[in-house]
Protein backbone atom coordinates (compact mmCIF):
# COMPACT_ATOMS: atom_id res chain seq x y z
CA UNK A 1 0.00 0.00 0.00
CA UNK A 2 1.75 3.49 -1.25
CA UNK A 3 1.19 6.22 1.34
CA UNK A 4 -0.10 9.51 0.51
CA UNK A 5 3.73 11.11 0.63
CA UNK A 6 4.90 8.49 -1.69
CA UNK A 7 2.66 9.49 -3.99
CA UNK A 8 2.90 13.08 -3.37
CA UNK A 9 7.09 12.56 -3.75
CA UNK A 10 6.12 10.78 -7.11
CA UNK A 11 4.08 13.24 -8.36
CA UNK A 12 6.61 16.07 -7.28
CA UNK A 13 8.91 14.10 -9.33
CA UNK A 14 6.73 14.14 -12.66
CA UNK A 15 6.22 17.51 -12.56
CA UNK A 16 9.67 18.71 -12.49
CA UNK A 17 9.96 16.96 -15.83
CA UNK A 18 10.48 13.25 -14.80
CA UNK A 19 8.28 11.72 -16.98
CA UNK A 20 8.88 8.18 -17.03
CA UNK A 21 8.33 8.28 -13.35
CA UNK A 22 4.59 7.86 -14.31
CA UNK A 23 4.85 4.28 -14.70
CA UNK A 24 5.26 3.42 -10.77
CA UNK A 25 1.43 5.39 -10.92
CA UNK A 26 0.27 3.61 -13.47
CA UNK A 27 1.49 0.04 -12.13
CA UNK A 28 0.26 0.86 -8.48
CA UNK A 29 -3.10 2.25 -9.25
CA UNK A 30 -4.10 -0.01 -13.01
CA UNK A 31 -5.71 -3.07 -11.23
CA UNK A 32 -7.79 -0.23 -9.49
CA UNK A 33 -8.39 1.73 -12.42
CA UNK A 34 -9.54 -1.11 -14.48
CA UNK A 35 -11.59 -2.73 -11.91
CA UNK A 36 -13.56 0.23 -11.54
CA UNK A 37 -14.03 0.77 -15.28
CA UNK A 38 -15.17 -2.62 -15.80
CA UNK A 39 -18.03 -2.01 -12.98
CA UNK A 40 -19.37 0.43 -15.27
CA UNK A 41 -18.86 -1.01 -18.84
CA UNK A 42 -18.45 -4.83 -18.81
CA UNK A 43 -16.81 -5.40 -21.43
CA UNK A 44 -12.98 -6.28 -21.07
CA UNK A 45 -11.34 -4.24 -24.03
CA UNK A 46 -13.44 -1.17 -23.87
CA UNK A 47 -12.47 -1.26 -19.66
CA UNK A 48 -9.08 -1.55 -20.72
CA UNK A 49 -8.95 1.37 -23.42
CA UNK A 50 -11.14 3.62 -20.61
CA UNK A 51 -8.30 2.60 -18.10
CA UNK A 52 -5.61 3.92 -20.74
CA UNK A 53 -8.08 7.07 -21.08
CA UNK A 54 -8.07 7.71 -17.38
CA UNK A 55 -4.10 7.44 -16.97
CA UNK A 56 -3.60 10.07 -20.06
CA UNK A 57 -6.10 12.01 -18.36
CA UNK A 58 -4.53 11.81 -15.01
CA UNK A 59 -0.99 12.61 -16.59
CA UNK A 60 -2.33 15.67 -18.80
CA UNK A 61 -3.90 17.36 -15.75
CA UNK A 62 -1.81 16.03 -12.81
CA UNK A 63 -0.62 19.58 -12.02
CA UNK A 64 -4.09 20.19 -10.79
CA UNK A 65 -3.65 17.67 -8.49
CA UNK A 66 -3.13 19.49 -5.06
CA UNK A 67 -2.73 16.58 -2.60
CA UNK A 68 -5.87 17.47 -0.50
CA UNK A 69 -7.48 14.17 -0.99
CA UNK A 70 -5.53 10.86 -1.67
CA UNK A 71 -4.48 9.98 -5.16
CA UNK A 72 -6.74 7.30 -5.57
CA UNK A 73 -10.04 9.81 -4.69
CA UNK A 74 -8.56 12.01 -7.64
CA UNK A 75 -8.05 9.33 -9.82
CA UNK A 76 -11.49 7.58 -8.83
CA UNK A 77 -13.26 10.98 -10.15
CA UNK A 78 -11.40 10.70 -13.78
CA UNK A 79 -12.82 7.20 -14.05
CA UNK A 80 -16.22 7.95 -12.94
CA UNK A 81 -16.59 11.30 -15.24
CA UNK A 82 -14.76 9.36 -18.07
CA UNK A 83 -17.16 6.45 -17.64
CA UNK A 84 -20.04 8.28 -17.27
CA UNK A 85 -18.71 10.87 -20.52
CA UNK A 86 -18.51 6.79 -22.37
CA UNK A 87 -21.69 5.73 -21.27
CA UNK A 88 -23.36 8.97 -22.21
CA UNK A 89 -22.00 8.83 -25.60
CA UNK A 90 -23.24 5.03 -26.01
CA UNK A 91 -26.48 5.73 -23.93
CA UNK A 92 -25.78 2.25 -22.64
CA UNK A 93 -27.01 1.18 -19.05
CA UNK A 94 -24.13 1.47 -16.45
CA UNK A 95 -23.83 0.51 -12.63
CA UNK A 96 -21.27 1.96 -9.89
CA UNK A 97 -18.57 0.23 -8.61
CA UNK A 98 -18.84 -2.23 -6.45
CA UNK A 99 -17.50 -5.48 -7.55
CA UNK A 100 -14.19 -5.17 -6.23
CA UNK A 101 -12.32 -6.98 -3.06
CA UNK A 102 -13.06 -5.77 0.03
CA UNK A 103 -9.72 -5.43 1.75
CA UNK A 104 -10.91 -7.37 4.82
CA UNK A 105 -10.41 -10.36 2.36
CA UNK A 106 -6.43 -10.07 2.32
CA UNK A 107 -4.86 -12.31 4.85
CA UNK A 108 -1.11 -12.99 4.44
CA UNK A 109 -1.98 -16.95 5.64
CA UNK A 110 -4.25 -17.32 2.10
CA UNK A 111 -0.81 -17.10 0.10
CA UNK A 112 0.88 -19.81 1.77
CA UNK A 113 -1.82 -22.84 1.79
CA UNK A 114 -3.58 -23.80 -1.77
CA UNK A 115 -6.66 -24.72 0.50
CA UNK A 116 -6.94 -21.64 2.48
CA UNK A 117 -6.20 -19.71 -0.63
CA UNK A 118 -9.48 -21.77 -2.16
CA UNK A 119 -11.17 -20.69 0.62
CA UNK A 120 -10.16 -17.14 -0.11
CA UNK A 121 -11.26 -17.55 -3.85
CA UNK A 122 -14.90 -18.64 -3.18
CA UNK A 123 -15.10 -15.87 -0.35
CA UNK A 124 -14.20 -13.09 -2.78
CA UNK A 125 -17.06 -14.23 -5.52
CA UNK A 126 -19.07 -14.56 -2.85
CA UNK A 127 -18.75 -11.21 -1.74
CA UNK A 128 -18.16 -9.87 -5.41
CA UNK A 129 -21.59 -11.58 -6.45
CA UNK A 130 -23.75 -10.09 -2.85
CA UNK A 131 -22.20 -6.47 -3.88
CA UNK A 132 -23.75 -6.94 -6.92
CA UNK A 133 -27.34 -7.07 -4.76
CA UNK A 134 -26.77 -3.69 -3.50
CA UNK A 135 -28.32 -0.50 -4.43
CA UNK A 136 -25.48 1.84 -6.84
CA UNK A 137 -25.41 3.71 -3.90
CA UNK A 138 -24.17 1.30 -1.40
CA UNK A 139 -22.20 -0.63 -4.38
CA UNK A 140 -20.29 2.66 -4.54
CA UNK A 141 -19.30 3.29 -0.92
CA UNK A 142 -18.40 0.08 -0.04
CA UNK A 143 -16.25 -0.03 -2.91
CA UNK A 144 -14.84 2.90 -1.91
CA UNK A 145 -14.25 2.50 1.90
CA UNK A 146 -12.82 -1.15 1.35
CA UNK A 147 -10.90 -1.38 -2.05
CA UNK A 148 -10.48 2.56 -2.41
CA UNK A 149 -9.64 2.77 1.13
CA UNK A 150 -11.21 5.91 1.02
CA UNK A 151 -11.90 7.42 4.31
CA UNK A 152 -15.94 8.65 4.93
CA UNK A 153 -14.73 12.32 4.42
CA UNK A 154 -13.26 11.58 0.70
CA UNK A 155 -16.37 9.24 0.02
CA UNK A 156 -18.52 12.37 0.94
CA UNK A 157 -16.24 14.70 -1.59
CA UNK A 158 -16.98 11.86 -3.99
CA UNK A 159 -20.65 11.09 -3.75
CA UNK A 160 -21.72 14.49 -2.85
CA UNK A 161 -23.78 12.96 0.34
CA UNK A 162 -23.16 14.37 3.49
CA UNK A 163 -21.07 12.59 6.33
CA UNK A 164 -23.69 11.57 8.23
CA UNK A 165 -25.66 10.19 5.38
CA UNK A 166 -22.30 8.26 3.77
CA UNK A 167 -22.05 6.61 7.45
CA UNK A 168 -25.47 5.40 7.62
CA UNK A 169 -25.36 4.24 3.93
CA UNK A 170 -22.47 2.27 4.80
CA UNK A 171 -23.29 0.61 7.96
CA UNK A 172 -26.56 -0.23 6.17
CA UNK A 173 -24.86 -1.52 2.97
CA UNK A 174 -22.47 -3.68 5.64
CA UNK A 175 -25.46 -5.12 6.94
CA UNK A 176 -26.97 -5.84 3.70
CA UNK A 177 -23.92 -7.73 2.90
CA UNK A 178 -23.70 -9.37 5.57
CA UNK A 179 -27.23 -10.59 5.55
CA UNK A 180 -26.86 -12.07 1.69
CA UNK A 181 -23.91 -13.73 2.45
CA UNK A 182 -25.31 -15.58 5.52
CA UNK A 183 -28.55 -16.24 3.16
CA UNK A 184 -27.21 -17.33 -0.05
CA UNK A 185 -23.25 -18.11 -0.13
CA UNK A 186 -23.45 -19.89 3.59
CA UNK A 187 -23.00 -23.23 1.89
CA UNK A 188 -20.54 -22.52 -0.59
CA UNK A 189 -18.51 -21.00 2.07
CA UNK A 190 -18.36 -23.81 4.40
CA UNK A 191 -17.53 -25.97 1.99
Excluded at 39 to 50: G, K, S, T, V
Aim: include cysteine; aromatic fraction near 10%; charged fraction near 25%.
Amino acid sequence: MRTREEDLAVIKEILRGRHQDYSVLVNHYSNYVFTLTMRYIHQRELAEELTQDVFIKAFNNLSSFRGECKFSTWLYTIVHTTCLSHLRKKNTAHSFPGDEKIASIHDDKFQYNPGKKLEKEALKTAINDAITHLSDIEAQIITLFYQGEQTVEEITLITGLTTANVKVKLFRARQKLKDIIEKHYRQELMN
